[in-house]
């Protein structure tokens, strides 16, 4: 099986950061300059991809975005890192290593000790110079040095992880969360994220319809999540551990709304409605969604009507996610469409919407003037996934998640199959 082919893996050769908005954001709410340092951040602004850290670990790197300096940010970076930076962030012409975790604590720190890391061509050019100018030999150090040189003392710094903001303990500097400066840049996609989102929902769909093609009566749940998981990498793509796929299912007339653990080991047995919601990246870009699939069987009395219903309303909602528009208004208004299809307990439908794009949000929680975001604004360029489930027992729930692009004149899916659940025939 051919893995889906994208160009995000094959280098980064310009930028991908919406700066214009960027700095909008952080001119509306007094921000001097950002301190980035989680991952998809600092690949967002610079391009780079660090390797092999968990979440909850201190990140071997920093992007400083002035805007007093905008045009030359500093990025830095641990000394076993810098060629990869050079590479993938070349358009930043300061990068900066520092001496990290894999220099020897029993051995005197020198700046010698940058030359472990430079490949004979970096070596020889202006950024292997470069690199010996800079060379820190601890990431305090490095930050310092930089903030010094952007002229940032006495200003105020955003952090995307305000935890370094007082840990750094920078005495003249008032340090404030920069998350809602970044989603709002982040929220609105360039014509390349598009193109990687739908990359990656392409990915999700053909892996959904290839894990459908392998179930039978001896398959179990878990099994049914690893099987979806092989596909994914067949494709090129990745999940997350546990697995990728989001909802559990309640067995017989129980109608709760569970989310999966991964492990639960019973049949998926036939006729049941399984609900495909499925969550992995493409090179760093989510996919999300999927919709209902009838294990062996076809939909069957009230279910046929509630797949009917579900159809007419993702079709008008998807047409009615314009610019402009409330979440609450979209919310209302397939409610309402619920009602005038038959459905009974038109209440009882979830309707709901995220972002999507390096996360599951890319939205800011909070406005500019600090009130909540909870009922947020359509802007053309989003990508916002429809979710839409009537609840029901095992034979009955409908479900169906699409991810919408929002364009001048509506939504445009990114799922090709249609809105019709799924059948094993």
């Excluded at 797949?307 to 610019?323: C, Y």
Aim: a negative charge; aromatic letters at 10%; proline letters at 4%.
């Amino acid at each position: 099986m051919k893995p889906i082919d994208t160009n995000i893996s094959k280098g980064f050769e310009h930028k991908i950061c919406q700066f214009g908005r960027l700095e909008y954001a952080m001119e509306k709410r007094g921000i001097d300059a950002l301190v980035i340092t989680q991952p998809l951040n600092v690949f967002y602004l610079s391009g780079f991809i660090g390797i092999a850290h968990k979440a909850d670990e201190p990140r071997p790197y920093a992007m400083i975005y002035s805007l007093q300096a905008s045009k030359n940010p500093i990025l830095i970076v641990a000394d076993y890192y810098f060629s990869s930076a050079v590479t993938r962030a070349g358009w930043i012409e300061d990068i900066r290593p520092f001496r990290a975790v894999m220099m020897p604590q029993d051995l005197p720190a020198t700046n010698a000790d940058i030359e472990l890391f430079l490949p004979s061509e970096l070596s020889r050019n202006h950024w292997g110079d470069q690199a010996r100018r800079t060379y820190a030999l601890s990431y305090k150090n490095a930050l310092d040095t930089a903030l010094k040189d952007l002229a940032l003392t006495g200003k105020t710094l955003a952090f995307d992880d305000v935890g370094l903001g007082h840990r750094l303990e920078l005495e003249d500097n008032r340090v404030l969360d920069a998350y809602d400066t970044l989603m709002f840049a982040r929220k609105v996609k360039t014509i390349e994220e598009i193109s990687f989102l739908e990359d990656a929902t392409r990915l999700n769909e053909l892996a959904i319809q290839n894990t459908i093609s392998d179930w039978n009566q001896h398959t179990t749940w878990r099994q049914l999540d690893h099987i979806y998981a092989g596909h994914v990498h067949e494709l090129g793509g990745f999940v997350r551990d546990p697995g990728g796929m989001v909802w559990g299912h309640p067995r017989g007339d129980d109608k709760a709304l569970v989310l999966s653990t991964a492990q639960d080991d019973s049949l998926v047995e036939e006729g049941t409605h399984v609900m495909f919601d499925c969550h992995g990246t493409l090179d760093l870009y989510c996919w999300d969604g999927g919709k209902t699939w009838i294990a062996g069987g076809q939909a069957e009395g009230f279910a046929h009507t509630l797949n009917i219903a579900t159809q007419v309303v993702a079709e008008a909602l998807i047409s009615a996610m314009k610019p402009g528009v409330k979440i609450s208004e979209l919310q209302a208004y397939g409610r309402s469409i619920y009602r005038r299809s038959g459905v009974p307990n038109a209440d009882d439908a979830i309707i709901f919407f995220h972002g999507l794009g390096l996360s599951h949000m890319d939205i800011e929680l909070n406005k500019v003037d600090g009130s909540p975001n909870h009922d947020w604004v359509l802007e053309e360029g989003m990508v916002v996934p429809l979710h839409l489930l009537y609840p029901g027992g095992q034979k009955e729930r409908i479900w169906l998640e699409e991810v919408v692009v929002i364009e001048h004149d509506g939504g445009r899916p990114l799922f090709s199959w249609g809105f019709d659940l799924l059948t094993s025939s």
